[in-house]
C-alpha cells in the first residue's frame, strides 16, 4: 500500500500565500517525481509543479514567478509554496507521485485525496 496524505489548504484573500504539504508513505521503492495538480469546478484536472527526484522543477505558466515546488527526499515528502495568490487559483489541489513499490518493475502514478484552496477577491 502507498499513502499520500495532503495537508495545508483553506482559506485565502487574494494576494495572500498558502503552502501545501504532502507525505508519502507505505512499501515505496523509488520515487521518480513528485508535484501538484489542480482540478478547478468543470475543468480538467492540470499540472502545477513537478519536481524530478534528479533534475529541475517544471511549472505550469500560470505558477512561474508565484508557487515553488520543494522536496525533502529522506522523508517523502512534498511541499508547494504559493504567493501572490489570485481568485482563478481556486481548485483542488492533489498531490501527486510517481513512484515504484517494492517488489514492483514498473513506476505507477499515486494520487493524495485533495486539498481544496479558496482565495477570495
Known amino acids: 500500500q502507498v499513502q499520500l496524505v495532503e495537508s495545508g489548504g483553506g482559506l485565502v484573500q487574494a494576494g495572500g500565500s498558502l503552502r501545501l504539504s504532502c507525505a508519502a508513505s507505505?512499501?515505496?521503492?523509488?520515487?521518480?517525481?513528485m508535484g501538484w495538480y489542480r482540478q478547478a469546478p468543470g475543468s480538467q484536472r492540470a499540472l502545477v509543479a513537478l519536481?524530478?527526484?534528479?533534475?529541475?522543477?517544471n511549472y505550469a505558466d500560470f505558477a512561474k514567478g508565484r508557487f515553488t515546488v520543494s522536496r525533502d527526499n529522506a522523508r517523502n515528502m512534498v511541499y508547494l509554496q504559493m504567493n501572490s495568490l489570485k481568485p482563478e487559483d481556486t481548485a483542488v489541489y492533489y498531490c501527486?507521485?510517481?513512484?515504484?513499490?517494492?517488489?514492483?518493475?514498473?513506476?505507477?502514478?499515486?494520487w493524495g485525496q485533495g486539498a481544496q484552496v479558496t482565495v477570495s477577491s
Open positions: 501527486n507521485a510517481f513512484l515504484r513499490r517494492m517488489g514492483w518493475d514498473t513506476f505507477n502514478n499515486y
Open positions: 507505505g512499501n515505496i521503492d523509488m520515487i521518480n517525481s
Open positions: 519536481m524530478p527526484t534528479r533534475g529541475t522543477p
